[in-house]
């Protein structure tokens, strides 16, 4: 019973955390984009890209930070955990994350357009990345049927 309601727990945290997320967003766009120009028309001159390319940046990094914190054990149990250790664990995964969106935004059009063989099986980097994200997006339904039902 303590363990199905630490999963319910954790599942609420994660889904609390992408939300919070999602909505800084939100609130950061039309901010930084209308309000902080108005005020401060030297320092954000330049005008933001259109909100559906950050909405495209989104479904990529709720999904990589979601799974980059599950991974190095944010939302385990943390009764009798230090502070530091705590701090530590979303340092993994902010490092973890950002290393990973930095891979993807590097590679150039050509890149994404290379074919090689991989196991056995032709592949193109933008395959495999749609992979990655696929088998991220598996990791975070199996969590989600795991410790939200």
């Known amino acids: 019973m303590l363990k199905q309601r630490a999963r319910v727990l954790a599942g609420g945290l994660i889904l609390a955390d992408l939300a919070i997320t999602a909505v ?3 609130v950061a766009y039309p901010l ?6 108005a005020i401060w028309p030297s320092a954000f001159s ?4 259109p909100f559906s390319r950050y909405l495209l940046l989104l479904a990529l990094v709720l999904p990589v930070f979601a799974l980059c914190l599950v991974s190095v054990g944010f939302y385990s149990s943390r009764r009798t955990l230090p502070l530091w250790e705590e701090l530590w664990a979303a ?9 990973t969106i930095s891979l993807l935004e590097s590679f150039s059009e ?13 592949a193109s980097v933008r395959g495999l990345a749609f992979h990655v994200a ?16």
Do not use: C, P
């Not at 050509?110 to 032709?122: I, L, S």
């Not at 088998?135 to 410790?147: Q, V």
């Open 24 to 26: 800084s967003l939100l």
């Open 32 to 37: 930084r984009n209308q309000v902080l120009r």
């Open 46 to 49: 330049g005008a933001l890209y």
């Open 91 to 99: 340092a993994k995964a902010v490092f973890l994350a950002t290393a």
């Open 110 to 122: 050509d890149a994404w357009m290379r074919r090689g063989v991989v196991n056995g099986y032709e």
């Open 134 to 149: 696929g088998h991220e997006l598996h990791h975070l339904r199996t969590i989600r049927d795991k410790y939200l039902v």
